[in-house]
């Protein structure tokens, strides 16, 4: 059974940084794709960033403007998120999600993926 799980999300202030970790595991996750996903209270689940098995394609969504960085450790199966010069509107629950592709086209609709974490909560305070 494949199983993410998440960790580093906490209470920080604006302008902030933090590191946001998803390990996945059971069973050989060559190919597999990695993405990071958010929802705030009341919205929709959204696109954050993503990236493919090798690590050299990457892909963020319009809003993170250079201050988030996706990247990944594949011998500990795992990917993180670094936030940077965080704000309040960056308060949302952190998803990571895993699918495997076979291109470097990377996915970025919630349905594209087929494994999900819990997800851990990042606020963020003025």
């Known amino acids: 059974q494949v199983q993410l799980v998440e960790s580093g999300g906490r209470l920080v202030q604006a302008g902030d940084s933090l590191n946001l970790s998803c390990a996945i595991s059971g069973r050989t996750f060559s190919g597999y794709a990695r993405a990071w996903f958010r929802q705030a209270p009341g919205k929709a689940r959204e696109f954050v960033a993503a990236?493919?098995?090798?690590?050299?394609?990457?892909s963020y969504a319009d809003f993170v403007k250079g201050r988030f960085t996706i990247f990944r450790d594949n011998a500990n199966n795992t990917v993180y998120l670094r936030l940077n010069s965080l704000t309040p509107e960056d308060t949302a629950v952190y998803y990571c999600?895993?699918?495997?592709?076979?291109?470097?086209?990377?996915?970025?609709?919630?349905?594209?993926?087929?494994?999900w974490g819990q997800g851990t909560q990042v606020t963020v305070s003025s």
């Open positions: 999600a895993a699918k495997y592709i076979s291109g470097s086209n990377l996915p970025q609709l919630r349905y594209q993926y087929d494994h």
């Open positions: 990236i493919n098995w090798s690590g050299g394609v990457t």
